[in-house]
């Protein structure tokens, strides 16, 4: 091959018209080849990159084969794309099936963005033996040798045509057949062409110009001067489609590259090498070395950073295509449930942590190699560790979790295509989720308020919204809004196409649009609003064609039977009714519930079927015909609000109030599986086709996917609602956390192991752990205890009492005192050691400024010294207490609006406050006098003292800083940077020099008061508290969370000061 140049290869080429007649022929071989049993395949190229793979899919329900195959990582690396006629949820079917096999049609492009593959693999859960055989996989290497000699000279047959028909002259052809195991129309960088062709650069270049002349590659030089080229599509099948051995061409590939390392790892890459790795590793052969990677953490993380989490993601796919590994398909479940959060926080390299915290509960964290990961790292913050399993874990029963919304998700809809989903959101827009990727495709705004329903037509074409906006605007989406509308919507541009609304005399809202639905060819939308009406819609004109009367309460929802023939709706008045849409009347009513009915919907599997959800906690299941109760579904804790049913099975789904979602069997009423997980009340809830996945939506924002079919796996020990707050013992050796939940959790501080659990029948709102250890709480009844935390028994100080519940309570560190402020705000010192009354600081009614506050009482706080209490009222002020005599001894004014906090420092010499605004006050307790103020850029809501007392930390809203003060000097000394929500607890460690703070945004950060964020580890949900706990020379950072979890994370020793 030496002095090739391009006018060797050009005075070669012969006419287009027997060109034209040579491709024509091949065509017709390649259609044959397609047409050979998947054994013939198998046998030939089992583990080549060409036709599809023959495994899973056989035994799977087949889908439309229009648009089955395609493969397309410019929008998600591995995804299968289906008919709009298809109805399974693409999570339900092997991501692989109906496609070219691995690489086939791969786009070279990076990822966009955090997107990553959001199905599951569920049907490798199934055993597939016959397909995923190992020894199907090596079926090529067992052909005889005179078969194998035969199967070569037809390769060698079958190429001399292709390129005869392609007018390729035999020079080229040391050129043309390493191409086969490249993936079509994806760029290729010269270097690699190079070394696949075992050339130097120049003559590479020359061979490609060649190859572009006869149409057998396209080329192009970038900006910076670099040269690519990209192989046709119809050029890598037909060569495919030769037969050739492509376990030695991917080999020789490979072999190119570890020329220049010794492993993967070591080779630089150039843009195709780490993209494309894994297809060539299996076309290879390469298993063990594939299977090395995906236990890697450091290779996991880099690809990830480099191409998006839906190219790692496919690589596990085509290794677990091949072959059955229950680890590796844990370690793959590892890392779907922890891409998003990466993504969230894409300034430190989480991937290991995460999903080494996700691996804790399976006993299986071993399984990923996480060595090297903090040297190839090399950022300034650190990722922490979590040391319990307080994550979200693999093998359980949720999946992946879908962020984007700012607000509450009020509705869901999964599209009949089954791989994408819509999702409606109280702030006021709708978004369009690919869920086989996670990302968000589209965002659709134009309602006013917030979005309350939607519904699309049987192709997902039509969308129709209806919104609080009192409009109702329908490939459309129909959506439903506060604002009083409806819309209809296309989903092709995300345009608003129609808003149904109208003159009074055509039947216009007098309200807010809660529920619209369409019949099966989006002909109608039927709507349902708080003017007691269900109104019938003609989509092509806009028009309403009538109104039906007969609920006497709000019309909340409502939903279209399988056969268009009826519609039932749902309604406050505590009835669910039945409408016959041919004679536009009411054909049944369904009575039973004793709250308001806030669902009702059709079994997708039994048609004589309807369920209803209610605020009585119960859904009903009622026979269509005889209009009677077949089942109650009792065990939700609070309102049920929405559900959805199975087509092919009697699986029922419910979602309530209780932060719960709940599947259950509709023929027997029987409990299957409670999906916990959210954070926030469960709005809304959706079925796949075959009842193995649910998607929920709750007030949290966020959507998330449940796997049915698996067992419930329980992270660490937590709380089941809100952890209020987090106290330490005085050794340091212990810490408490304390719930909504009623429960005071006792915890080993070095290592997060739960001790012991104290039980209250009320929420746990205020504590504090005495000099003594003894544990003192308080309920908003009133109700306040002593706990022996030994013995695990309590002993009431003050009784539960009826009247005003408690608004704050106030508890010192001595454990003689306690300030109680009601909500009448009266407030009272007790003493606990006698368990009598005090002082009554304020009483109710009283309002004589010269004594006592003049508005209601905010809040209120007792010094470290236990001698003097400050409380905080909406009258503008703040006044010191003396607790010895109940003597009011300073009013501290001067402040913009009302004083929502105050502070004792641990000197307890003086004193901040906080009033909403951007100032932070100081004053001298026992002076009263005003020491300075703290000017922030935005209003502060939170402070807190260094143990010194020299410095202060204090945190803004709006845009989620932290700011460092020195108070000597009343100076700023740093700001810390990060968070990107609200900022909900910072605390000092104690050395003034390192700082911890928690947010809505899930992360908790750690970080040098000098200005540097240091460390970062992110939960699943809002964290509300957190502490440094544990000795000081070895300390832990904790934290709890909205949704109960409590979390124990490691300090890096070399984030720690030295001395």
């Not at 929802?557 to 008045?573: F, H, I, T, Y």
């Not at 001595?814 to 304020?842: E, N």
């Amino acid at each position: 091959m030496e002095g090739l140049s391009l006018s060797d290869f050009s005075s070669r080429r012969r006419s287009s018209k027997s060109s034209t007649e040579g491709r024509s022929s091949e065509d017709n071989g390649q259609g044959g080849r397609r047409r050979q049993s998947s054994e013939q395949r198998d046998s030939t190229r089992p583990s080549s990159l060409s036709g599809r793979p023959a495994s899973i899919a056989e035994d799977q329900e087949q889908p439309p084969t229009s648009l089955a195959g395609r493969w397309d990582s410019r929008e998600s690396v591995g995804n299968t794309s289906t008919s709009s006629g298809r109805t399974s949820f693409a999570l339900e079917r092997g991501s692989l099936d109906h496609r070219p096999s691995a690489g086939g049609h791969w786009d070279g492009g990076k990822a966009d963005g955090p997107g990553w593959k959001r199905d599951s693999d569920s049907s490798l859960h199934r055993s597939e033996s016959k397909h995923n055989s190992l020894d199907r996989f090596w079926s090529a290497a067992a052909t005889p040798r005179e078969a194998s000699h035969e199967a070569a000279l037809d390769a060698e047959a079958k190429l001399a045509r292709f390129m005869k028909a392609r007018q390729i002259p035999q020079l080229l052809r040391p050129f043309m057949e390493p191409l086969a195991v490249l993936p079509a129309d994806v760029p290729l960088p010269f270097s690699l062409l190079s070394q696949l062709w075992r050339t130097a650069d120049s003559q590479a270049k020359a061979a490609a110009q060649a190859l572009e002349q006869l149409a057998c590659m396209r080329l192009a030089t970038l900006q910076d001067g670099s040269s690519w080229g990209l192989v046709p599509a119809d050029v890598c099948k037909q060569l495919q489609a030769c037969g050739m051995r492509m376990d030695e061409l991917h080999e020789r590939l490979l072999d190119s590259y570890y020329q220049a390392g010794s492993s993967p790892q070591d080779v630089t890459d150039d843009g195709y090498f780490m993209l494309h790795l894994g297809e060539h590793m299996i076309g290879a052969r390469r298993l063990q070395e594939l299977r090395s990677l995906l236990c890697s953490s450091s290779w996991l993380q880099a690809k990830m950073t480099a191409y998006g989490a839906a190219s790692v993601v496919a690589d596990f796919r085509r290794y677990l295509l091949v072959l059955e590994d229950d680890n590796i398909k844990l370690l793959l479940q590892a890392f779907q449930l922890s891409t998003s959060t990466c993504a969230a926080h894409p300034d430190a390299a989480l991937l290991p942590v995460q999903m080494t915290g996700r691996l804790l509960g399976t006993g299986r964290s071993h399984l990923l190699e996480t060595q090297g990961t903090e040297a190839s790292q090399q950022l300034k913050m650190a990722a922490l560790k979590p040391l319990t399993a307080s994550l979200e874990q693999a093998g359980g029963l949720h999946r992946l979790t879908l962020r984007g919304h700012s607000a509450a998700v009020t509705d869901l809809l999964l599209l009949p295509d089954g791989i994408h989903a819509l999702s409606a959101s109280e702030d006021a827009s709708v978004r369009f989720w690919d869920l086989e990727t996670g990302i968000c495709q589209q965002t659709m705004e134009g309602h006013t308020d917030k979005v309350l329903a939607m519904a699309t037509g049987m192709e997902g074409g039509l969308l129709v919204t209806g919104s609080a906006d009192m409009t109702a605007k329908g490939r459309f989406c129909a959506t439903a809004s506060g604002d009083g509308t409806c819309r209809l919507w296309s989903l092709a541009n995300g345009q608003c196409a129609h808003i149904l609304r109208g003159s009074t005399a055509s039947g216009a809202y007098s309200g807010r649009v809660f529920a619209v639905a369409l019949n099966s060819d989006s002909s109608l939308a039927i709507t349902a609003s708080d003017d007691f009406l269900v109104r019938i819609w003609d989509v092509s004109n806009g028009r309403c064609r009538c109104a039906m009367e007969g609920h006497t309460g709000w019309v909340v929802a409502l939903e279209v039977s399988p056969d268009d023939a009826k519609v039932v709706s749902a309604s406050q008045d505590g009835t669910a009714r039945i409408w016959d849409l041919q004679k536009r009347t009411c054909c049944g009513e369904l009575k039973g519930h004793t709250g308001r009915v806030n669902a009702a919907w059709w079994s997708a599997h039994d048609r004589n079927m309807i369920i209803t959800a209610s605020d009585d906690m119960t859904a009903r299941v009622w026979d269509c015909s005889s209009q009677k109760c077949r089942h109650v579904l009792e065990g939700h804790g609070g309102w049920v609000g929405n559900g959805a049913s199975s087509l092919v099975s009697s699986t029922v789904v419910t979602a309530g109030g209780d932060n719960l979602a709940v599947a259950w069997n509709a023929e027997s009423g029987a409990c299957a599986n409670v999906l916990e997980g959210h954070s926030g009340p469960v709005n809304c809830i959706a079925l796949s086709r075959k009842a193995r996945f649910a998607v929920s939506g709750s007030e949290d924002a966020t959507v998330r996917v449940w796997d049915l079919e698996t067992g419930s796996l329980r992270i660490a020990a937590s709380h089941q609602a809100r952890v209020h707050s987090i106290l330490k013992t005085t050794d340091g050796l212990s810490s408490v956390t304390l719930g909504k939940d009623g429960q005071a959790c006792i915890w080993e501080a070095a290592t997060g192991k739960l001790q012991r659990s104290l039980m209250n029948a009320q929420g746990l709102n205020w504590g504090c752990i005495t000099n003594d250890d003894c544990l003192l709480s308080c309920s908003g009844n009133r109700g306040l205890k002593s706990w022996n935390m030994q013995l695990q028994t309590s002993r009431e100080l003050l009784p539960e009492a009826p009247g005003s519940r408690v608004k704050w309570c106030a508890l010192s560190r001595s454990g003689g005192v306690a300030l109680i402020v009601l909500y009448d705000s009266t407030m009272a010192v007790w003493d606990l050691t006698t368990q009598q009354l005090r002082h009554q600081l304020q009483r109710k009614g009283d309002r004589d400024s010269s004594r006592v506050h003049s508005g209601g009482v905010n809040a209120a706080s007792i010094s470290p010294s236990g001698s003097h209490a400050v409380s905080v009222s909406k009258d503008q002020t703040a006044r010191i207490w003396d607790l010895s005599t109940g003597a009011c001894v300073h009013v501290l004014g001067g402040h913009a609006s009302s004083v929502v906090w105050a502070e004792f420092d641990p000197t307890s010499k003086q004193i901040l406050t906080l009033d909403g605004s951007t100032t932070v006050q100081l004053w001298d307790v026992h002076s009263g006098l005003n020491r300075g103020k703290l000017n922030h850029g935005a209003p502060v809501a939170h402070a807190s003292f260094a143990p010194d007392g020299a410095s202060l930390l204090t945190s803004m809203q709006t845009i989620h800083e932290l700011a460092c003060w020195s108070l000597p000097s009343l100076q700023q000394t740093a700001v810390l940077k990060g968070h990107t929500a609200t900022i909900t607890h910072s605390c000092f460690w104690s050395d003034s020099r390192i700082a911890l703070s928690c947010s809505e945004d899930c992360s908790l950060r750690l970080w040098q008061t000098s200005g540097d964020c240091i460390g970062l580890f992110a939960s699943d949900d809002p964290l509300v508290c957190c502490a440094f706990v544990g000795r000081p020379a070895s300390p832990v950072l904790m934290a709890g969370s909205e949704g109960g979890a409590v979390h124990f994370v490691q300090m890096p020793v070399d984030c720690l000061p030295r001395s």
